[in-house]
């Protein structure tokens, strides 16, 4: 299956079209809004992959001023989108285009769609203005007080305008003539404003969309009913199709670029971006995301840390390893790499492809891509910076197992139930803890020494949470041993006292942003 993947629109949206050479028909498939459109993003590739082996075209996409999209302050960026979206289907020369929404975009795509478009809502909520109201519940308790700066508020994984909050809590659902089907969980019905619409039940909404990345399962049942249903409704003639025009390269600011390159063997998908007026010898800077989560960061924080980067000097890559976003094949039953040798494997061979000396070499990673970052030990970076490190082994875990053991904490059986309580109530707390760090051995110390030792100046930037594990496993004696000048490398600590391990809160992101820049800058005095 190939992707055509570009810009288009302007201000420019970022999209992935998968265009069979004669197509029966076309599908919008509309991203979910903030956190909730990361968690889904492999299962709407499945969705893509799936109607293109029956011949039915589709477009994924960006929303301009979200994601890879260009910068756009506009509140009805979200449907705009939608629908641009669905005039680049209908430029490749398809003429019966549907929309698809998985919860939070269904809104979107019913506020997109014509009448006479097909549509799947899946998971959606009752209004704009309930699944608003739930989102700021979920970000009071969550992210806190300090959640909103200037007036522009944080949801989990949106920043949000008073603008476009009215915009979106406005949207709504109506009665349609068109072609319709809800998809609920199990005992839910679809939105009231619907009227009377054809609904089915589907599980795995809740397993996909209610944890983490780490705990999301795709859900392929419910992908194949959606395929299903687009499968009935699109005709039975083909048109032949022409391949989009599409912008290789996106124009930030006339003066800051992107375009995507294809890294590795693997072809691993990433997007660069760099200055116009950037120096021969610039750093180069790559960002690792965090969890299983693909390139733009929490809140899209990767994108606006490599557009002001680039704006500095630097050259940089945010990159997508095995199993996240556009890199490798997705399956339903795929598990995440998180801690394992894939993933070291992955940067290893970026790093080759890119040929950057180690003396212009800058890591930056989240989280899981802290503990990447910190696995470069060959490479000799000159820089690394993890942000939210919480976990230092030095032995890489299986393949799928770190995915394995969260999932048996979130979903027991009986038996493990009854053995998890006592071990609870026998076991102290002191003990539990310790077990509980048992593949953490060698701790901040033994994570930090090989680079060190290799000239790396290492950088940890701590919220509250982390920091008391880096501080139970010898950060506190890491800095003392390294932090020192020398001819070697060092350690230091940023500890953001109202941060938070997920960069929700906007306090932490600008801080891990400032405090990446500053260190960029200080180590490597560009010319721009």
Known sequence: MTTLHGWSGSPAVRVAVQLPSAARAGVVICPP??????????????????????????????????????????????????????????????????????????????????????????????????WLRRQRALAAITIGSDRIVDGVESLIGMDLGPDEAAELSALAFVPRSGPTVALVRPGSRAPKGLGAVPTTEVTGSAELLDGTSIHAR??????????????????????????????????????????????????????????SAQDHDAPVVVLHNGSAEHRVGATDYQVGLARALARDGARV?????????????????????????EWVDDQTAVLSALGTPSDRLVLVGMCAGAWVAGRAVEEAPRLVVEISPNDYRRVPADPGSYADAVRAIDAPSAARAWVRQRYNVFVPKAVRDRIARRDRIGGVVGHVRPLVEQGTDVVMIVAPEDAAIFDQLGGPRAVRRYGGSGARGSVSVVRVEEGDHALFSPVMREAVVAEVRSRVAATFPVRT
């Open 33 to 130: 809004l903030g956190q909730e459109g990361v968690i889904a993003y492999r299962t709407l590739r499945l969705l893509a992959d799936r109607l293109e082996a029956r011949g039915i075209a589709s477009v994924r996409y960006d929303p301009s001023g979200r994601g890879d999209g260009a910068p756009d302050a506009s509140s009805d960026a979200q449907v705009r989108s939608a629908r641009h979206a669905a005039a680049v289907l209908r430029t490749a020369g398809i003429g019966q285009v549907a929309f698809v929404g998985l919860a939070s975009a269904a809104l979107v795509a019913a506020a997109a769609a014509q009448d006479d478009d097909g549509l799947v809502l899946w998971d959606a909520p009752q209004s704009g203005r309930g």
């Open 218 to 275: 795709i859900p392929g049942a419910a992908v194949d009913t959606v395929v299903a249903w687009l499968d009935d409704w699109a005709p039975t003639g083909t048109v032949r199709t022409l391949a989009p025009a599409l912008d290789e390269v996106l124009d930030i600011d006339g003066r800051v670029s992107e375009r995507i390159v294809r890294l590795g063997p693997d072809e691993l998908f990433a997007i660069e971006t760099v200055s």
């Open 317 to 341: 890559v945010r990159v997508d390893r095995s199993g996240t976003g556009e890199s490798s094949a997705v399956h339903d039953d795929e598990r995440s790499f998180l801690f394992g040798q």
